[in-house]
């Protein structure tokens, strides 16, 4: 796999190129971007996933909803509709896309939204439910919206510094880019990240000078959906484990950490669950000893829910190590001024 992706790096070459183009053009004013005067947070990266955008996403929401009038805008990845759509509850992850009916489920004192189109879809947001406060969902690349401020997101362990483009790397535009980024998050942290193990990433991201912080994911301690219990009693379980987002592996850890007896089934990013899915899930689940359950992330818990009433689901959350949420806080109160 790595053979074949640097024999076309010919084609990286070729795409890095035609979005440094791009890029410059809009750093020009060539190409328009639009200046809102809602404030917008735009949150994303510049590799193809799995850096941890719906946490910080939702991290983001808990933190302004009780002072702002809050909305998430985003494309809806995948999903079946197009235009613009104002979330609610007949929607399906299939409709509006499995992270916006995450969010619209999760958090009720706000407005989320899809659409392709980011620039009219804030202006069709600011007509209809008049936010304080925009939040746009994965779109870094987005250059034809102005942000407030713009966070820019990297895993600790596959640093953007350290990739190439697509399709011999994982970056959709160079590592360049960052420069448009006001905060950097080194996302996904282990725990106890040290402060020696932090100067040397914050080393590798000297060159852009940016405001940077560390963060790591937490498990609930409570698995919800239809199995309502303590996390630390799934070792008493058979689990199937079922994910279809980009990076799986902390999850598996952590089971694994906890002494879980788990068999995972692992699918692709966004997957969309077919009926042959569904039913080969159902006869794995049916063969396992009792006790069990079936167990899945949050994100997949959208898009299983009504096909598989069995499903249990573990949520997550983002938080600041070194206690920085306040100084990362700060940063975002201060470009909503």
């Not at 746009?136 to 987005?142: G, I, K, N, S, Y």
């Not at 007896?261 to 077919?274: I, V």
Request: charged residues 25%; contains cysteine; positive net charge.
């Amino acid at each position: 796999m790595k053979v074949l992706r640097f024999l076309l790096f010919p084609f990286t070459v070729l795409y890095d190129f035609v979005t440094r183009i791009r890029n410059l053009f809009f750093d020009i004013g060539f190409f328009k971007s639009t200046a809102f005067e809602t404030p917008i947070v735009i949150v994303g990266n510049l590799s193809l996933g799995g850096t941890g955008k719906t946490p910080q996403i939702e991290y983001l929401v808990r933190m302004l909803q009780e002072s702002f009038r809050v909305s998430i805008l985003s494309r809806g990845y995948k999903r079946s509709s197009k235009g613009f759509i104002l979330v609610n509850e007949t929607h399906t992850a299939q409709t509006v896309g499995d992270e916006p009916l995450q969010y619209y489920r999760k958090f009720k004192n706000i407005h989320v939204a899809v659409d392709a189109n980011r620039v009219a879809g804030i202006s069709k947001l600011m007509a209809s439910v008049k936010p304080e406060v925009i939040l746009l969902d994965d779109a870094f690349q987005h250059r034809k919206v102005q942000g407030s401020c713009t966070i820019l997101l990297t895993k600790w362990d596959a640093l953007f510094v350290a990739d190439y483009v697509v399709p011999t790397g994982n970056l959709r535009e160079g590592k360049y880019g960052a420069k448009r980024a006001d905060i950097i998050l080194v996302t996904k942290c282990p725990e106890d990240f040290s402060i020696e193990q932090q100067a040397i990433v914050k080393q590798k991201l000297s060159r852009f000078q940016k405001k940077i912080f560390f963060t790591s994911i937490s498990y609930a301690k409570t698995i919800l959906g239809a199995d309502k219990m303590q996390t630390a009693g799934l070792k008493d379980f058979n689990v199937l484990l079922i994910t279809g987002i980009a990076n799986p592996t902390p999850l598996s850890d952590y089971l694994a950490g906890l002494g879980v007896r788990f068999h995972h089934l692992k699918f692709g990013d966004h997957h969309a669950f077919s009926e042959k899915d569904i039913q080969s899930i159902q006869t794995k689940f049916n063969a396992m000893e009792s006790p069990k359950m079936m167990l899945t992330t949050e994100k997949d818990y959208v898009r299983l829910v009504d096909v598989l009433t069995a499903v249990s689901y573990l949520p997550i959350e983002t938080f600041f190590l070194n206690n920085e949420e306040q100084a990362f806080e700060a940063i975002i109160a201060k470009s909503l001024k």
